[in-house]
Each structure stands twice: as structure tokens, then as C-alpha cells.
């Protein structure tokens, strides 16, 4: 937590079930505290834990409830839900980055000063022809502050890091060219067999 305290960005990439998202909470409150408000926040996570990241907040912060919204449902549900609340925290799961509109609305809102993107598994973006791996890095060039949060970075070859080193730090460990990072970082071992 004292490592990642005042800086803009943060991969927290703990092994499962040590508290990633409280630490992550933690950071949220500093920035919010820093900011003397609630600043617009993004997080991106599976649909199966929207509801505990609203627990986590509760639990671990003063944040009022009322600023705390999960958006589920279809994309137009979104949309309406995402355009009824004025500003706070919203949680919804990366395919919601594929509802143009609410894409659009994501958009806007991270761009305000302050934004900050939490990407929780951010291992679901390692792949960087995905639509969304390229939506998420939209997002993170977007916002000021942003968290990447995963137990299992590598899952199939050390080249699953770059995206999501690309999206919480802008390309600054690896550069922004996929291409680049595998020719700098990676030999293949077969090149020139017949």
C-alpha cells in the first residue's frame, strides 16, 4: 500500500484470496481523499463479483452507498442506470465495454480529472487483438489513475504481460507495439527451420 500510494498507477498482482480488492479500496479512498471528493471511477471485473466490489467499498471505506453503482442488465439498462446516477463509482463487467453507447458514456467519464480505472483480472486483456483489450486500453489512456489486479498474470506465455502492462501504465515498461515488445523480449527457437 505505501509503494502505490502516490503514484498514478499499480499492478497488484497478488496470489488469490490476499486482498487485492481491500488494498485496492485503500488506494481508491487516498486518491479521493487527496481529491476531497469522489472522484469518477470505473471498475472492471467479472459479473460474478460486481456485487462483493460494492461490499469491499462499504466495508473498507465512508463512501456513501448511494455513489456506488453496479450496472447490469442490458446495455440500453446500463446506459439509463449509468446516465440516472450523478457520478460516484460504478462497477460492471468488461463486456459492457462492447455496448457502444455505454463504451461512448465510459468514454466521457474517464476522461473528467481525477478518473480512476480499476481492472480486476486484468488477465482477461492479455490478448492484444482483442476488442476488449483495445476498449479497456482506450479507457486506461483515459483515466488518470489506473489499477490492474490479478492472481494469475501469466496463464499461457510470459508475452500475456504486455497488454496488461500496456493498460496500467500506458506502455512505459514495454512500449505500445506488441510487435516490439515480442522482437526486444522473445527468440523463436524455430525460425529458420525448414
Known amino acids: 500500500l505505501e509503494r502505490a500510494a502516490d503514484k498514478p498507477y499499480y499492478g497488484l498482482w497478488f496470489d488469490p484470496g490476499l486482498g487485492k480488492s481491500a488494498t485496492t479500496v485503500h488506494l481508491i479512498r487516498q486518491r479521493m481523499m487527496k481529491h476531497r471528493s469522489v472522484l469518477p471511477t470505473l471498475i472492471l471485473c467479472p459479473p460474478v463479483v460486481i456485487e462483493n466490489w460494492k461490499q469491499e467499498i462499504l466495508m473498507h471505506s465512508k463512501i456513501p452507498a448511494e455513489k456506488i453503482h453496479c450496472l447490469q442488465g442490458s446495455g440500453a439498462d446500463r446506459l439509463e442506470q449509468f ?10 463487467n468488461y463486456e459492457a465495454l462492447l455496448m457502444e453507447p455505454l463504451f461512448k458514456a465510459f468514454c466521457g467519464f474517464l476522461g473528467k480529472p481525477g478518473a480512476i480505472l480499476v481492472c480486476d483480472e486484468i488477465h482477461r486483456c492479455k490478448e ?10 482506450i479507457l486506461a489512456d483515459l483515466a488518470t ?12 506465455s510470459l508475452m ?14 514495454f512500449g505500445s507495439n506488441f510487435f516490439g515488445f515480442r522482437a526486444k523480449y522473445f527468440y523463436d527457437k524455430n525460425r529458420g527451420m525448414s
Do not use: C, E, H, W
Open 128 to 137: 492484444p487483438s482483442a476488442k476488449r483489450t483495445k476498449k479497456t486500453t
Open 145 to 156: 489513475y489506473r489499477f490492474g489486479l490479478t492472481g494469475t498474470p501469466v496463464l499461457n
Open 83 to 92: 446516465g440516472a446516477a450523478d457520478g460516484g463509482i460504478f462497477i460492471t
Open 160 to 173: 500475456d504481460v504486455f497488454s496488461q502492462m500496456r493498460i496500467i501504465d500506458r506502455g512505459k515498461s
